[in-house]
């Protein structure tokens, strides 16, 4: 599981790092909304814990913009801030559950399994954009009346961002950290997965293009 962790105090960030890091989780913190923004529209997580008062951008404004992509991924606040007001807001606007500053850490744990099993249980088990599905359950990329392409680990991993939502770019840099955390591929190593996937596409005779925009990074589009 991929949590994204954003609070702009650090040291409550680091400590919160290292328990959810001890309790099987593989976290990236931030401390600023600016960050968290950008950290969440380029990787793939399971959930984001997201304080209010943030720097640069507040935690109602990073979840109003995710929303507003599509960007579906649970999203639990933590905040000083208990008025009723306020959480009522923050679940208007999207967000999954709502823990207020002070918290016990076994109740934060607690919250986190519930939010990320609530996005397992909803996980749609074939993705699909224009005549093309990819598998989960098989890892298969396939059209109507041809034979299906099982994809390699990466190539999968891939695709399965890159059809999570059509249309958004996702830079070279989400991929690095969504699939190679441990820092074992580079840039170049995206352009090689990338130009693999854009011939499994053309020979199934696929209805959709991976396109780049340079700088940025890579989408899905319809031809």
Do not use: H
């Amino acid at each position: 599981m991929k949590l994204l962790l954003a609070d702009d105090e650090v040291e409550l960030t680091n400590a919160l790092t290292a328990i959810l890091t001890r309790s099987g989780y593989t976290v990236d913190a931030v401390n600023n909304g600016k960050d968290a923004l950008a950290y969440a529209r380029s990787g793939s997580y399971d959930g984001i814990i997201l304080d209010i008062m943030m720097p640069g951008l507040d935690g109602m404004e990073v979840l109003q913009r995710l929303r507003k992509d599509k960007n579906s991924v649970p999203v639990l606040f933590l905040t000083a801030k208990g008025e009723i007001g306020d959480r009522i807001r923050g679940l208007d606007l999207g967000a999954d559950d709502y823990l207020p500053k002070p918290f016990d850490m076994g109740k934060l744990l607690a919250r986190i399994r519930a939010m990320t099993r609530r996005r397992e249980d909803f996980t749609q088990p074939v993705l699909a954009c224009g005549n093309v599905s990819l598998n989960r359950a098989t890892c298969e990329l396939e059209t109507a009346g041809q034979e299906p392409v099982r994809l390699t680990a990466k190539e999968f991993q891939m695709m399965e961002l890159l059809l999570e939502s059509p249309g958004r770019v996702i830079s070279a840099d989400g991929f690095l950290n969504s699939i190679w955390p441990d820092g074992e591929a580079d840039v170049n190593t995206i352009r090689v997965y990338i130009s693999n996937l854009r011939k499994r596409l053309k020979g199934l005779g696929a209805d959709i293009e991976v396109r780049s925009t340079r700088g940025l990074g890579y989408f899905i589009e319809k031809v």
